[in-house]
């Protein structure tokens, strides 16, 4: 039985608050709003404080000196600057049981653990160190605000040997005042705050005081426009407290003042040098990086999956699906648009390209590995190519968020670098499957491990000799055989892969569009080193993956007639028309052409009666992402739609056989998961909450069966759409389904 962390922490009725400026007041009105119960001792040197803050009601007592509220005290929290907390705790060390939390709100660790060592002699059992990521301009106790922590970050830096009961206690409190508390090293807090806190502080001080220290500098406040104004706005805080606190993190702020000096000498010289492309790489780099962590940190410094608030889907019962529609650009082709464009000679222009989180993950990739890309602009991207042998190391571990596709492939094209590097996810794609590809590529001689259980991170060794092999699919995937192909640019000799079926070809057809030639004969694709990649122009067609679900919603609701135009129709993706026509779906392609190597047409559907089938396993890899929309289709269809062969889905990002079964069952349908596949008997769907388990085609797969359910369907953890399919609820809801998205 699992103890709660309130349970295990020291009792803390009484709370001193030394210091009543905007921290610690606002501290002490946020405990006590969201815990009456606590009393509230308060004490700062300027007595006015002390009578506002009773006034208030920020505190309960004040303390006559501070002796007396050490005395009374559980818990002590040091609102004060760092440099005058050595002598308040000498005051208060005798006065204290060693059952006694201390705890502080200092922008310093490093130096609060030393003045506490330093005043006691010793760091007590109860020495908790605390950092709330919050505050303004504003300053003193009438400023104080019991709000000022909801939603902003505490970092907690307890140092070895602290009492896990006290660290659960500051937890708890902090906990209470509605911050997100999160602990780190003192070490890396202090490199932490110096990057993101301390440097932009003093930059504001740096630049306005050389403002005002103009001839007219009158002027220059006068007009100053909002960029100015923003950027200076924190010039406005408190000297004392900043004096004190670059005097305390001085070995790290010169680090991260080192690295901004060597950045503007770099812009410095682009413009002097009137270098174009630099200047370029750095502003879009700079641009791109602050609009992907906006999209993958939650409003502070810190690491967040790439969306911090959950979605539900509600769906309405009823309608049809009419029009015409195009839907997002396919992600297979934009992420390796991305790629070969970066390891071209020459500049690549892409349009079409999927403004999905997937894709823009794999376009930041490689904006961290020094290629200049400009967009994406209205699915309008420009890649200016640094060759097979020009990438930089990135300046720390890879980000790819939720894409295994980018993963993956990665893999192969970084295990022929000459530097090391990390490739990280969130926590959805930190538990797929990695072995599958870190296994063919230490065959080539690449030095790769992934983590606990096969699974990211990945880490992969620079430097290595890769040689050509031959590799047998033990399973049909593109990923995997992709992978060992993009490797074998940087081989010795032949690299080819011979897969157990036929998989998407995207890599194979976009290689020989970039000049690199490979050879195709039957299962077997081959590439031969010593070759070289030229930039081209990629026009990326309609995903048919994202085109699936509205194919089959205009299948199954009544009085359809829907076109979607410019769908790929590579022959290694149209499972999933095959399929639906074989269950009697009316399916009509016109327009067709091919675009870039890639086949395209527009594709009309009208509503059918459906018809179980015993799906072709010869059509299961041309259909692997779309089986979660098939599955729906089956569940409309009269009679028995039986799937095997199809295990690879219980390894995407969820077990979408599992999933699937137990959303249609919870609809009403008789649904029976197989090892390889499932068994679904055509019938009535009723009103559920069903769970996509953050799979993106799960949400929306049964967002589409509300167009035949008889009530309410709601989805829960649809947050990951956006991965794949940015706008599909606007677009559905243009064609005529009636689902809604809420944040929770």
Known sequence: MTTDKVIQALPVKNVFVIGLGLIGGSFARAIKKADPSLHIIGYDRNQSEMEAALRL???????????????????????????????????????????????????????????????????????????????????????????????????????????????????????????????????RHDEVLASTS??????????????????????????????FRDFTRIAASDPTMW???????????????????????????????????????????????????????????????????????????????????????????????????ALSKGITEVSGFLEGEDALATLQAFRDMGVVIEGPYDGEVKIYGVGLHGLQAPPGPIYVGNSGTSMRLLCGLLAGQEFDVTLTGDDSLSKRPMERVAKPLREMGAVIETGEGGRPPVKIKGGQKLKGIHYDLPMASAQVKSCVLLAGLYADGETSTTEPAPTRDHTERMLNGFGYPVEQNGATASLKAGGSLTAAKIDVPSDISSAAFFMVAASIAPDSDLTIQHVGMNPTRVGVINILRAMGANIELSNEKEVGGEPVADVRVRSAQLKGIHIPEDQVPLAIDEFPALFIAAACAEGETVLTGAEELRVKESDRIQVMADGLIELGIDAKPTPDGMIIKGGEMGSATVHSHGDHRIAMSFAVAGLRAKGQIVIKDAVHVATSFPGFVELSSGVGMNIESQEV
């Open 243 to 341: 004096h004190d606190i670059f005097l305390t993190n001085t070995n790290a702020l010169m680090g991260s003042l080192d690295h901004f000096e060597a950045g503007v000498k770099r812009v410095r010289e682009a413009i002097l040098n009137q270098d174009s492309r630099e200047m370029l790489g750095i502003f879009t780099r700079a641009k791109a990086a602050r609009e992907h962590f906006n999209r993958i940190l939650d409003g502070t410094p810190y690491l967040k999956p790439m969306s911090s608030k959950n979605i539900e889907f509600h769906v309405k019962p009823g309608g049809s699906v009419n029009g015409s529609i195009r839907v997002p650009g396919d992600k297979s082709v934009s992420h390796r648009s991305i790629m070969l464009g």
């Open 198 to 227: 301390h440097l932009p502080h003093l930059l504001a001080f740096s630049l306005v005081d050389t403002m005002a220290r103009e001839d007219q500098s009158l002027d220059i406040f006068r007009y100053a426009a909002g960029g």
């Open 57 to 187: 009601g920020v505190i309960d007592e004040v303390a006559s000196d501070l002796v007396y509220g050490a005395e009374k005290a559980h818990l002590i929290m040091l609102s004060v600057p760092v440099k005058a907390m050595n002598k308040v705790l000498r005051e208060v060390r005798d006065h204290i049981s060693d059952q006694t939390i201390i705890t502080d709100v200092g922008s310093v660790k490093g130096a609060v653990i030393d003045a506490v060592a330093d005043a006691f002699g010793f760091l007590p059992r109860c020495f908790v160190p605390g950092h709330p990521i919050a505050g303004s301009e504003k300053s003193g106790v009438e400023a104080s605000n019991g709000d000022l922590f909801v939603k902003h970050k505490v970092i907690i830096t307890p140092p070895s040997g602290v009492s896990s009961k006290a660290v659960n206690s500051v937890r708890n409190l902090w906990s209470k005042t509605g911050a997100d508390v999160l602990a780190m090293s003192p070490r």
